[in-house]
């Protein structure tokens, strides 16, 4: 695997947590702390700013620029968060089961292609340990009722729509 290419999949993974620390930021920010499901919420935006911070530490280390998008991802990760949020917790967790749902799906993607160069055994370990705690994530938020979300398929596969879309631009800005 090419050095662009190992490049591109830490800009996209650390783009991918910067957003969902932004999402868990604006769920937050509507849920506050009055709600049962907060605890749990900080739980996970806790994790998400652990593998943001390993990523950001990656990409100083080996010179990666990050995507030009940030300034994008920040506000539509909180508006995101805040959105569903705001329709009831259950969309707050429907958002959090289809994000993670995506990430575990990308990130599949991403160790299947480490794995037939075995070109970066350290990527390979971070982007493996991650995608079992969005796995638990998803999991976690799926127990917490996310598909009972009012119209909860649209609103899951418009989420994980745009989280495609959003891999695919950070891949190349």
Do not use: N
Not at 7 to 35: K, N, S
Not at 69 to 91: D, I, K, M, N, R
């Amino acid at each position: 695997m090419s050095k662009p290419d190992i490049e591109r999949m830490i800009r996209v993974d650390q783009a991918g947590e910067f957003g969902a620390t932004r999402i868990y930021q604006g769920q937050l920010a509507v849920m506050g702390d009055r709600h049962p499901m907060s605890a749990e919420i900080k739980a996970m935006a806790e994790q998400e700013e652990g593998h943001r911070a390993r990523f950001d530490a990656l990409m100083a280390e080996r010179g990666v620029r990050p995507t030009a998008l940030q300034p994008f991802w920040s506000v539509a990760g909180y508006a995101l968060g805040a959105a569903t949020a705001l329709l009831g917790p259950e969309a707050a967790m429907a958002c959090t089961a289809a994000v993670e749902e995506e990430i575990d799906r990308h990130y599949s993607a991403q160790l299947d292609e480490l794995a037939e160069s075995d070109s970066d055994p350290e990527l390979s370990d971070m982007i493996e340990e991650f995608r079992e705690d969005e796995r638990e994530h998803r999991d976690a938020a799926l127990a917490a009722g996310a598909e009972r979300a009012p119209a909860y398929p649209l609103l899951s596969g418009a989420i994980r729509l745009g989280c495609r879309v959003a891999i695919k631009l950070a891949e190349r800005v």
